[in-house]
């Protein structure tokens, strides 16, 4: 069965839905993954996040969070002392332990307000994938014929045709076709891609729409299972583990809570004995202030922010892992063609043989190259055109014939009467003119190995068996390409370019575009191999790929990118999927999990570092009228014990929600190493760390007063 055959059956332009082909939203019009959010705190997010904080008081869900499940603990703990207070009369310390029970919990809604505002914005955009999610109909061919059944029936293994207007039911392969899909419903971009059979362009996800032509897909996943499911669940957090990284700082966390809550449990017999009494409640502020709590409450956030900076840049993480992988990377391994370079070669320079004039030469590459529509040939007959204005010519009225270029010969050209003109690869044409006597000049052998030198790649020209002089292929460098490896070298991170160029070609092009190493003549095989050995060395590499051939290497690196226009197994190898098909969106995956690290570690530094300043406002406050002498450590100057205890739970409370949006943004990113990261750290969040909590706890202490809160 063709697709002739069927379109006796259904009119070609016509959906199985009976609309019309490109009916409904136009590709503008559908939300991509990228177009979801366009704020990250519109009114309805930040209230689905304030009720979603109410639920996560669950001790089942707070757990996994050891800091803020022991300040929910304590906050029960005030709260049952501030009931006891009312209950048995106790006036006096009945209002000062409600305000310290209220900071307490409005502590522990804030660290949830923070996790939910991350979360939430996974859930939109879940919720904007799940509305591109329809049943569909779909017509499945079997050996009995064809039938129609709705996608929701279809199972891995099966075939079904896609036609024009028509949405592709599920996942899969082109097994055979060619056709321009709208994918705007999964990356927002509105720009037709081209899927057709074999190669690395045949993988289909379900719910694009096919624009023109029709194809036959091979379905590659069952219901539940596909890359839109995948998707939903990944964006919404509904996978999302702890990384490394994040349980090494969960497990110093709870080291640091456990110490603190000895030293804290110790200060009542201290107090006994010294002839004083300490509340609970103050005990539990203490505690509280002294925990790490900022960074225990915005800990989670932090990573899921990560991974949702990823999805804005069309780049889907398969698991905070990876993004974290991305940010401990040290070596970039990056494909030349279309990472690197722009990805065609083009024609800048004929070089003619001794004896021949150039615009001879010209005229022989161009009709050579008529018929040839590749970028390549392209670019030289417009070269011919530009510098000796040889216009096009019609070849059925010269009476020619175009050979084609074929992998075994590595040559093209064309047959004219009493003309044979080929051009092709040095080798080629060397082999092609010894089985006809002739052979290279010393002069053009030497133009060749010029044209390598520089990174290009020669075309030998030649008519019948003469020698017309060689075409200067050069690959382009990316704009900007060379500044971008530079702020990784800062970085420490290493680049390397794999090419299957020859080595004088591959030297140049990296020369030019500033990569600190280049393998050449490389197969699929060597980055696997390359892989291997930058991780015996203890290195974490990141490597990106679209081809089946890409699929081992891509599932040994640490961080592999596999493009969304690739291969079905190249995608499920990589734990990383570049939307746009951007190979150079590597660099970026990069920066990002940097980022990440970079935000974690500034606030772990923040939070830290307001210990000390909390130290000096509640330690004086407790023991100052025991021991005078502990009134020299107030050099904030507060007002009261009480009204210093009460300021700096209140101040431990709000500076969680001032810094949820450097949370969910991140800190700003700079290409620094990471002793110079760490430098600034101490220097901006350790030195604001100190600073902000004297000055905000010396405000607060100010307002409290002038409300009569003492």
Request: some cysteine; hydrophobic content about 45%.
């Amino acid at each position: 069965m063709d697709g002739h055959d069927n379109d006796l059956a259904l009119p070609r332009r016509e959906g199985i839905t009976g609309k019309p082909a490109g009916s409904g939203r136009t590709p503008k019009e559908t939300p991509g993954v990228r177009k979801t959010i366009q704020s990250g705190f519109n009114r309805a997010l930040l209230w689905h996040a304030f009720k979603d904080a109410f639920v996560k008081l669950h001790p089942r869900l707070m757990w996994g969070n050891p800091v803020m499940f022991v300040v929910e603990i304590v906050a029960v703990l005030t709260t049952f002392f501030a009931l006891r207070d009312a209950l048995g009369g106790r006036a006096a310390a009945l209002w000062f332990d409600v305000q310290i029970a209220a900071w307490l919990w409005i502590t522990v809604l804030f660290a949830n307000f923070a996790e939910a505002l991350a979360e939430g914005r996974g859930k939109a955009q879940a919720e904007s994938l799940r509305r591109t999610r329809r049943e569909t109909r779909a017509r499945r061919l079997s050996a009995g014929g064809m039938e129609i059944v709705p996608s929701s029936s279809l199972r891995k293994g099966d075939v079904v045709l896609v036609q024009a207007g028509e949405v592709i039911p599920c996942d899969g392969e082109v097994i055979e076709g060619i056709a321009s899909v709208d994918e705007s419903a999964v990356t927002g971009e509105s720009a037709p891609v081209i899927r057709e059979s074999g190669g690395d362009r045949s993988s289909v996800t379900g719910g694009t729409r096919v624009l023109s032509d029709w194809i036959k897909v091979r379905i590659t996943a069952n219901p539940g299972e596909t890359f839109l499911d995948r998707m939903i669940h990944l964006v919404e957090g509904a996978r999302r583990q702890k990384t490394p990284n994040e349980i090494a700082l969960t497990i110093l966390l709870v080291g640091l809570s456990i110490i603190f809550l000895l030293a804290v449990a110790t200060l009542e017999p201290f107090a006994v004995y010294s002839g004083t009494t300490v509340s609970i409640p103050v005990l539990a502020a203490l505690l509280v202030c002294l925990l790490p709590t900022t960074i225990g409450g915005l800990l989670s956030a932090i990573g899921i922010a990560g991974m949702d900076r990823l999805l804005k840049r069309n780049v889907l993480a398969m698991s905070g892992r990876a993004v974290e992988a991305a940010g401990d990377v040290d070596v970039l391994l990056l494909d030349k063609t279309g990472t690197i370079t722009l990805g065609n070669r083009m024609a800048v320079e004929f070089v003619p043989a001794p004896g021949i004039s150039p615009e001879r030469l010209a005229d022989a590459a161009q009709l050579a190259s008529l018929a040839d529509e590749t970028p390549e040939g392209r670019s030289i007959v417009v070269l011919a055109k530009e510098k000796f204005n040889l216009r096009e010519r019609d070849l059925s009225a010269l009476g020619a014939t175009f050979v084609p270029f074929s992998a075994q010969h590595r040559m093209s050209g064309v047959d004219l009467p009493g003309r044979q003109i080929r051009k092709g690869a040095v080798d080629a044409v060397e082999k092609y003119l010894k089985e006809r006597g002739g052979a290279l000049s010393p002069q053009v052998r030497s133009a060749v190995e010029e044209i390598a030198r520089k990174g290009g790649t020669p075309l030998v020209v030649v008519e019948n068996s003469h020698v017309l002089g060689v075409i200067y292929l050069k690959d382009v460098v990316k704009g900007g390409i060379k500044e971008k490896f530079t702020q990784l070298r800062r970085m420490g991170i290493k680049t390397v370019m794999i090419t299957g160029d020859n080595h004088l070609t591959a030297a140049a092009i990296a020369a030019e575009a500033g990569v600190d190493d280049f393998v050449a003549e490389a197969r699929p095989e060597t980055k696997l191999r390359l892989i291997r050995e930058y991780q015996a060395k203890g290195h974490l590499v990141a490597m990106t790929g679209d081809g089946t051939n890409d699929a081992p290497a891509l599932a040994q690196a640490d961080v592999g990118v596999a493009m969304n226009a690739g291969t079905q197994a190249a995608k499920e190898a990589g734990n990383m999927v570049d939307l746009d098909n951007n190979p150079a969106k590597l660099i970026e995956v990069v920066e990002v999990g940097k980022q990440m690290l970079m935000t974690r570690g500034a606030l772990t530094t923040f939070s830290i570092a307001n210990d000390v300043a909390k130290y000096f406002a509640l330690i004086p406050a407790i023991f100052a009228a025991t021991y005078p002498e502990l009134g020299a450590l107030n050099i904030m100057g507060l007002s009261t014990p009480r009204t210093a205890i009460l300021s700096a739970v209140i101040f431990n409370a709000l500076i969680i929600v001032a810094l949820i949006p450097l949370a969910l943004r991140g800190v700003a990113y700079r290409p620094l190493g990471a002793g110079a990261i760490l430098r600034r750290n101490m220097v901006i969040y350790g030195l604001g760390g100190l600073v902000i909590p004297f000055v905000g706890i010396k405000l607060i202490d100010v307002i409290l007063v002038a409300l009569g809160l003492r």
